[in-house]
């Protein structure tokens, strides 16, 4: 059985119908690519709380694999990490930073990108910055790394 995900968009002007969400669709795609089972992506608006009750109602729903778009930049509005934080039990520093690294290829504005990656339960969680380019770029890091970490949730030893 393929596992499930879920991608989540953080945005104040996409929830409100002023902006395309762009990056969300994108990770849906490649995610459903490499064999998840993912429906289309959720928009809710900035701040911790929108983040935090998102990332709570898709893990109640059985999501293993949790993509967020959005909200990781310095904006005041920007508190994706924090609601991230207040969901995930233990970090996986090394996906965020191995991100914004390879961002680094496409930007310096990469640097700025404050997402975190960590696992609460069963699931993996990961934020991604908004623009469908950090988007494309991150997948296939994410999709990569994800069928060894969910394995390893679920008691497999190291491959």
Known sequence: MSPAARV???SDRSSAGLRADAGG???VAALRAAGFVCP???IVPDGADAVENALRAACAAGAR???TTGGTGLSPRDQTPEGTDRVI????PGIAEELRRRGLDETP????SRGRAGVVGDALIVNLPGS???VASGMPLIVAIAPHALAQLDGGDHA
């Open 89 to 92: 039990e233990r970090t996986l």
């Open 65 to 67: 694999l949790i993509v």
């Open 25 to 27: 669709p994108l990770a």
């Open 109 to 112: 504005a990469a640097m700025l």
């Open 8 to 10: 989540i968009t953080v």
């Open 132 to 134: 469908p380019r950090a």
């Open 40 to 42: 289309d992506a959720i």
